[in-house]
Each structure stands twice: as structure tokens, then as C-alpha cells.
């Protein structure tokens, strides 16, 4: 098999199972948070921890926020979270963050799942997340562009000529062509807004097992915030099953 279409075949299957793969890593560093917990020195003064976390959290919903400047400007069946379903284009999107960079989903993606890496408290283990990440997305911006010259030829390519793949320019902004849509953000973001809290407080909650070695459920702002957020995406779930999220061309 050639490279370019090794190159394309791996991206597409990437591609459809992009929701679930990046999940695995993140087990991985939980292990490693586990296991870094572990063996440390027990300290209940654990100076900069919880301000650590905060910080991990501020990246993930930077990337959130990009993901919601991306998904809220864009026409409906582009910018989706289709998987089994494969490619899906009807135009292609050139404004707003799309003027920016080629993949600003991928931009937020990156620092969503970031923030989350770095809570394995381990320099290394985040170093191998972000070069797994780049071997992982650019087999699927590579799969993706190919589909995209295939159905918009030049039009597209001309585009990319001028924007940046992954690493934002601001020189050519433009302003979004379409009005923002709450309603489509609530419809597409809601699990990764829910996965955030979730996994913070997985990471803190079983970190806490291991330093206090006795099986407890601590009333913190982790927990807090995941039921919060759990609730939130259960509510938004019901009101998509009713098409309260309905909008024309969104």
C-alpha cells in the first residue's frame, strides 16, 4: 500500500473513532498519577496542588472555548462530531476562527485534553501526550483535507494556501458569516463540558484513595462540579430528544 493512501486509511479510521481513542491515553495517565501518588512522601500540605489544578482546568476550557468560538459560528453538517457516518461537508467554512487556522476544533481538542494530561503531575508522560496527539490528529487533518480537495478543488486549496493548519495567524481574520447559535453549542459541547468535571474529579477523587488509604467519598468542589455538570448534560439531553436545539441550516 502506498504511503499517501496508508496515510489516508489510518486517518479515516482515526477519524470515525476521534470521540473514544483519545480516552485510552487518558486512562494511561491516570495510571501514572496513580502510581506518582504512590510513591511519593505523604504531605497533607501539599503546597501548589489544588492551584495546579486550577490551572489544568483553565487550560481545558480554554480549549472548551475555542471548540464553542468554532461551533457556534459554523452552518449545519460542517464542524459536527460524526463518526460512523464518515466525512461530512456541505460548504466549507473559511470565517471566524476558520480564518485563524484550518482546524480549530483540533486547536481545542489539544488544550481540552491538555489540561487533563497534566494532571498526571509527570513532565514526561505530558510530553508523550502532546507527540502522540500530533501523530493521532495529523493522520486525521490529513484523511480530512483530502476529502475536502476532493469535493471543493481549488476553492479549498486556495484557502489553505493562505491559513495555517494547526498554529493560529491573526492576519487574515475575518468576521463569522453566520450569527452565533447558542442552541447548536448546548447540542454539540455538552460532553465535552461534562467529560471535563467528570475526569477532574476522577483524577482527584482517586488520587485521594491512594493518600488516605481507606475508600471515602470527600465533599469537595470536584464533586461538586461533576454532578453539577452531570445534571446539566442529562437536562440537555432530554431537551435534544424533544429537537428543542431545532434550528434552519444550524
Not at 495529523?138 to 491559513?163: P, Q
Not at 498554529?167 to 467529560?195: C, D, M, Q
Request: with cysteine; proline share 3%; aromatic share 16%.
Amino acid at each position: 500500500m502506498a504511503l499517501q493512501t496508508e496515510l489516508k486509511t489510518q486517518g479515516d479510521f482515526l477519524f470515525r473513532n476521534r470521540s473514544y481513542l483519545p480516552l485510552l491515553f487518558l486512562v494511561a495517565g491516570l495510571g501514572v498519577s496513580l502510581y506518582g501518588k504512590f510513591i511519593e512522601v505523604k504531605d497533607l500540605q501539599k503546597i501548589g496542588e489544588h492551584n495546579f489544578e486550577i490551572i489544568c482546568l483553565a487550560i481545558s476550557l480554554l480549549g472548551l472555548a475555542i471548540r464553542i468560538l468554532t461551533v457556534g459560528y459554523t452552518p449545519k453538517n460542517t464542524s459536527g462530531r460524526n463518526t460512523s457516518a464518515g466525512q461530512i461537508a456541505d460548504e466549507i467554512n473559511t470565517t471566524g476562527m476558520y480564518s485563524l487556522l484550518r482546524h480549530p476544533l483540533y486547536l481545542g481538542n489539544f488544550f481540552m485534553w491538555l489540561g487533563v494530561a497534566m494532571l498526571a503531575e509527570n513532565l514526561w508522560f505530558t510530553v508523550a501526550f502532546i507527540l502522540l496527539y500530533g501523530l493521532y490528529y495529523e493522520r486525521i487533518m490529513y484523511a480530512e483535507e483530502n476529502f475536502l480537495i476532493d469535493k471543493f478543488g481549488s476553492k479549498y486549496l486556495d484557502w489553505a494556501a493562505n491559513t495555517p493548519a494547526f498554529i493560529p495567524s491573526f492576519k487574515n481574520y475575518t468576521n463569522p458569516k453566520y450569527p452565533f447559535s447558542i442552541k447548536k453549542v448546548l447540542k454539540k459541547e455538552k460532553n465535552g463540558f461534562t467529560a471535563i468535571f467528570l475526569l477532574f474529579w476522577l483524577f482527584d477523587w482517586s488520587g485521594s484513595q491512594i493518600e488516605k488509604g481507606v475508600l471515602h467519598l470527600e465533599l469537595n468542589f470536584w464533586l461538586y462540579a461533576a454532578i453539577l455538570s452531570g445534571v446539566i448534560y442529562l437536562v440537555l439531553k432530554i431537551m435534544k430528544k424533544r429537537k428543542m436545539f431545532t434550528e434552519l441550516d444550524r
